[in-house]
DNA sequence: GTCGCTATTGTTCAAGCGTATAATAATGCG
DNA sequence: CGCATTATTATACGCTTGAACAATAGCGAC
């Protein structure tokens, strides 16, 4: 009986690609279609080798769901610059991919779908929010006090609510039925709306 | 051996049961958590009895999803009134309870997770997303004509599209962090970003 | 009443699930 | 080079799943 021939992966690369795997079998065919020997498939070993790394499925199906917020959130949190160029980057990011695209929303559903179930996903999932709302709010204050308005923190908690609302709500359109927009449509309008919003000019037109 | 005592439900009414049960386990459990056996119990019959009414499990889902798209939007698309109620209504309505709530983005999510999936449940989406948006962009062009405002179409729908996002994004802030918010918070803000999108009084301080 | 129809039950089945475990191949170290 | 270590494979186990099916209880028609 010939076994398979195999490498040993180097440290810590085998516990990502599965983790990866994991992902790529979630936004394919949902998380009931993500089973342990599906991912094991995906990944290109065995279903036995998932236990070797994880506690169980659910332990790593809670790591992979830490991988989709840092990759929702972390180049939005990583912003460079002046005030207005940050809330501008903060914006097009966000609208436009990878953070943008079909296969992101259809993982952050499955996940939220799942928050209200298990606990661990719902503290991981409270984490990203709040840490990505108060980036926001942040980087508003700094620049409501750059166009000298008033940036006490009451009127920057509303501005940032109703601005993560608007960036997160143009985000799912676009991921949910993309082809009903024009090339850059969705962002120029969320550069137009959060100029209103704020009564004041980010230089959206600089791009 | 004794069979369970049971009465025949009126016409329709078992399977309006069903598809009620089929919900509230997703909800509670998720998808996958919503077996043929768990929805039967919530149903308060037996397993058996779902392939009486339903082809398959799938096409339960699928018709549960119906219905909940349904209960999302039925409500939003009759407000009556002059435009600028209607409009008023049209934020109140999605903001608050019973649309505004955590079983409602379960729900959602887990149906959303699967539109990339099943291309069933695509069509269904797909159909609900441009009905509800083209009642909104209806909605804004009576606003903006009652306003003596621009509101050929291209100007109305770039209105839509950032309205329906915003009322999106807060709906669902509002449902997976509710007690992050004052009660009337996120309608307040709203009714005030609408206003400073559109660059017109809604009346939102009649309320 | 009782008879026929069918909604409902209860049981069974094969497939697939997550997990456990033993055998083994790859690797690093002396 | 030979040996210990362990990452990986392969197989098995108990359980749950959606579905199929025969038996039967409720109910309307007559």
Redesign the interface.
């Known amino acids: 009986m010939n076994r398979r021939t195999f490498h040993r992966a180097p440290e810590g690369e085998r516990r990502q690609e599965l983790i990866e795997a994991t992902l790529d079998c979630?936004?394919?065919?949902?998380?009931?279609?993500a089973t342990v020997r599906q991912i094991a498939i995906r990944a290109g070993v065995t279903a036995g080798l998932v236990r070797h790394y994880f506690e169980s499925k659910d332990q790593m199906v809670a790591e992979a769901y830490r991988a989709v917020i840092a990759s929702l959130t972390d180049k939005a949190a990583h912003v460079e610059g002046d005030p207005e160029t940050r809330l501008r980057d903060f914006i097009a990011i966000n609208l436009t991919e990878p953070v943008a695209d079909?296969?992101s929303?259809?993982?952050w559903?499955?996940f939220?779908?799942?928050?209200?179930?298990d606990p661990i996903l719902a503290e991981i999932?409270?984490d990203g929010?709040v840490t990505f709302r108060n980036t926001l709010q942040d980087l508003l204050a700094d620049f409501l006090t750059l166009k000298n308005k008033p940036a006490d923190a009451e009127t920057c908690r509303?501005y940032a609510?109703?601005i993560?609302?608007?960036?997160?709500?143009?985000w799912?359109?676009g991921c949910?039925?993309g082809d009903l927009?024009r090339e850059g449509?969705?962002v120029a309008?969320?550069m137009?709306?959060v100029e209103?919003?704020l009564?004041a000019s980010i230089g959206s037109d600089k791009q």
């Open positions: 979630i936004a394919e065919f949902g998380l009931k279609g079909s296969r929303i259809s993982l559903a499955a939220i779908s799942q928050v209200r179930v999932h409270r929010y509303a609510i109703a993560n609302g608007l960036v997160d709500g143009l799912i359109e949910l039925a927009f449509e969705l309008i969320a137009a709306s209103a919003l009564g």
